[in-house]
């Protein structure tokens, strides 16, 4: 049995019925890790005890017969930016190299519940600033499709870990597309899931106002699975909320959900409910830079929704492409405060200096890489004094503007189809030293964070190079379970 | 494009150490960045108030939903492993080098 192409919904029924174990499904994917991460890269540790150890409980709850949870007995990775209970975590970072977590994330820990077996910490670009798992300080990641191309980023690992049936799934972090693009690049299923769905705690603070925790998976099914065991309330993490998905009418009285409860949100019975969907495709997202390929693929998938009955209209987002000029200008200046912890002296690389701003300089100046400096640099500049107004105020006017856009948008439709990236995966070394270009591919997805809003991203083809196509769904708050229905139609 | 006195600003107030060849860097970068980010002048912003968060739940009854102003125990060994984590130390203390 191929036991590397389970689904989880296979695996949860071969371990009920005892075809497999989950210490021989653990032994089997840290064996495939032996053999294909010498090419992929995607892990930076691999946590073979804990996996053993885990798979082991698993056996044993089974064994007594005990009503299992889908995830006991999966083996999945962890993105290395969300913290293990006792395993390094880098964050890909010199700073961090020899870092042990304290504690664990509460997603961690809500999947440790479940019975996951972890196999291991995935790469990542540094601290997660980045678009090609390249700014990882340690090694690439490859592209499992093209050993040539990059996997994306910053959850290139995890994509990558995934697309080689290297685990079943995986946790990667969201800012401004890093779970959303390297999905798209590794061909397969990405969500990024509304601001608040997910604890962040213990999430390491990239842009703490667009940061999101989601699932990494190979079928959409997978990924449903995934989110529901990681979502929810956190007391330790003040912007989660709570939500009753069964009557899919978020509970918060709050202006956000309010805004957002006017047009019900039933879960799409693949096929028969497409029929009433209204599909929004936004013409901005259609514009020139967009590689050939994805688009004629993009379009192809809208067709295909088209067939199945749902109404397609085109729809404008008139601040589009102000998005990214905007986004960048908060992230950073998010990250310039965020990353001040890194200070020599609590935790993480320590350069003693003869005084206090000698440690300062050294141990940052040594310790962080060139992207993580570049955007500390930008968000001091966008706050310092003389320039707030102009960068920082101005982006967040910005981000209203786009707000209302999508509020707007949302009024008539159910859905927005886009592209995950204006092109498919690119060449390694291709646009690492020009840091605009690879900014520039995050065109598509940034809006989506600095909105707060769901979005997936599936495969729904292949370019003529034979690369991975990603369609990205984007949905109205908390209706994460209508975008997976909707993107359950493209398997 | 932006000065290099200014650069080397950036990086003091940010903490950051760094060297003749990487404030060159930095200055063509940081440039070529600001005036990518020169577009958003052309949106009209008068009277839009800005969104600091994408919930904004922060701004309406905060009170409501804070949790209770209460200490809270952790387990005692997550101070242990935090102070552990600290690479300059003497017993329970963190050591700091001197301001000056």
Redesign the interface.
């Known amino acids: 049995m191929e036991l590397e192409k389970l689904t989880i919904k296979e695996i949860h029924q071969g371990l009920m019925k005892k075809e497999f174990s989950a210490l021989e499904l653990a032994k089997r994917f840290l064996d495939i890790i032996g053999r294909k991460d010498k090419d992929i890269s995607a892990y930076l540790t691999i946590t073979d005890d804990l996996a053993v150890s885990q798979a082991k409980e698993a056996d044993e709850m089974i064994s007594k017969n005990q009503e299992i949870p889908l995830l006991a007995g999966v083996p999945m990775a962890v993105k290395d930016n969300i913290l293990i209970e006792g395993v390094k975590t880098t964050c890909a970072s010199k700073i961090l190299e020899q870092y042990i977590a304290p504690y664990d994330a509460t997603a961690v820990n809500k999947i440790k519940k479940e019975g996951a077996v972890i196999l291991g910490r995935t790469n990542l670009d540094e601290f997660a600033m980045g678009a090609s798992t390249e700014n990882s300080a340690f090694f690439p990641t490859k592209n499992p499709a093209d050993l040539s191309r990059v996997p994306g980023g910053s959850s290139g690992g995890s994509a990558a870990a995934v697309a080689a049936g290297m685990a079943v799934w995986a946790l990667g972090s969201d800012t401004g597309g890093s779970i959303r693009q390297p999905a798209s690049f590794c061909g397969v299923v990405g969500l990024k899931p509304t601001y608040g769905a997910v604890s962040r705690y213990g999430l390491v603070a990239f842009a703490s106002s667009l940061d999101q925790i989601g699932p990494i998976a190979r079928t959409v099914d997978d990924a449903e699975i995934a989110f529901n065991a990681i979502r929810g309330k956190d007391e330790r993490d003040m912007t989660s909320v709570e939500l009753n998905f069964k009557s899919q009418i978020p509970n918060s009285k709050s202006r956000f959900h309010r805004e957002y409860s006017t047009r019900s949100a039933q879960i799409p019975n693949p096929k028969s409910q497409i029929k009433n969907l209204v599909i929004g495709v936004p013409k901005e997202y259609f514009v020139k830079g967009i590689d050939s390929d994805v688009e004629k693929t993009i379009r192809n998938a809208i067709k295909k929704i088209e067939e199945l009955g749902a109404k397609i209209t085109e729809i404008t987002l008139p601040h589009t492409e102000y998005a990214l000029p905007a986004y960048y200008l908060i992230a950073t200046s998010e990250v310039s405060a965020n990353l001040a912890r890194y200070d020599g002296i609590k935790y993480g690389l320590s350069k003693q200096e003869k005084n206090l701003l000698g440690v300062y300089l050294e141990s940052r100046g040594k310790g962080l890489g060139v992207e993580v400096k570049r955007r500390i640099m930008l968000g001091t500049y966008a706050l310092s004094a003389g320039y707030y107004d102009t960068y920082y105020l101005k982006a967040q006017k910005v981000r209203t503007l786009l707000k209302k856009d999508f509020d707007e948008a949302f009024l008539k439709v159910d859905a927005i189809f886009t592209p995950v990236s204006p092109t498919a995966a690119f060449k390694i070394g291709e646009k690492i030293t020009d840091p605009l270009s690879m900014y520039l591919s995050d065109i598509f997805t940034v809006s989506v964070n600095l909105v707060g809003l769901p979005a997936v991203s599936v495969p729904v083809g292949l370019s003529a190079g034979g690369l991975p196509v990603g369609l990205q769904i984007i949905g109205k708050p908390f209706e994460e379970n209508k975008i997976l229905g909707i993107a359950k139609i493209y398997e | 494009m932006?000065k290099k006195e200014?650069?080397k600003h950036?990086?003091k107030?940010?903490?950051?150490?760094?060297d003749a060849k990487?404030q060159e860097?930095?200055q063509k970068?940081?440039s070529?960045?600001?005036d990518?980010?020169e577009?958003?002048?052309?949106?009209e912003?008068e009277g839009?108030?800005?969104?600091?968060?994408?919930?904004?739940?922060f701004l309406?009854k905060s009170a409501e939903?804070?949790?209770e102003d209460k200490e809270k125990t952790a387990a005692p060994e997550?101070a242990e492993?935090?102070i552990e984590?600290?690479?300059?130390k003497e017993k329970r203390h963190?050591k700091?080098?001197?301001?000056?």
């Not at chain 2, 839009?48 to 739940?57: A, D, G, V």
């Open positions: 932006i200014e650069v950036i990086a107030l940010a903490r950051l150490g760094i990487e860097k930095f970068d940081l070529a960045i600001l990518y980010f577009s958003l002048k052309k949106v912003t839009i108030e800005p969104t600091f968060h994408p919930t904004e739940r309406e939903k804070m949790r997550l492993k935090l984590a600290a690479p300059d963190i700091v080098r001197a301001v000056f």
